[in-house]
């Protein structure tokens, strides 16, 4: 069992930056791979990226060139760094582990989300 707890989200204009966090409990977190999801009112849960366990990246096409995840073991976080934000990105933001053979596959885990909206 693996516990997600995510943070960091907020109301912040189009053009803006936010950083989100994902702490993760146990103390097998160095052997997963991670992903951030978002959910936006009315449409399906989508992965946007992932970090394996030798800090290899994936984005969606969606995200590319503007948002950033990243890992500290030491601390169990899981980060995702978005910038040039757009209102389409107004959203439900949740953070995964999983493992990573190809393509990424996730464990039933999820923290409560951490709501980013994007307006003027």
């Known amino acids: 069992q693996v516990q997600l707890v995510e943070s960091g989200g907020g109301l912040v204009q189009p053009g803006g930056s936010l950083r989100l966090s994902c702490a993760a409990s146990g103390r097998l977190f160095r052997t997963y791979a991670a992903g951030w999801y978002r959910q936006a009112p009315g449409k399906q849960r989508e992965l946007i990226a992932t970090?394996?366990?030798?800090?290899?990246?994936n984005y969606a096409d969606s995200v590319k060139g503007r948002f950033t995840i990243s890992r500290d073991n030491a601390r169990n976080t899981v980060y995702l760094q978005m910038n040039s934000l757009k209102t389409e990105d107004t959203a439900v933001y949740y953070c995964?582990?999983?493992?990573?053979?190809?393509?990424?596959?996730?464990?039933?885990?999820w923290g409560q989300g951490t709501q980013v909206t994007v307006s003027s």
């Open positions: 995964n582990v999983g493992d990573y053979s190809g393509k990424y596959d996730p464990y039933p885990y």
């Open positions: 970090i394996t366990t030798i800090e290899s990246t």
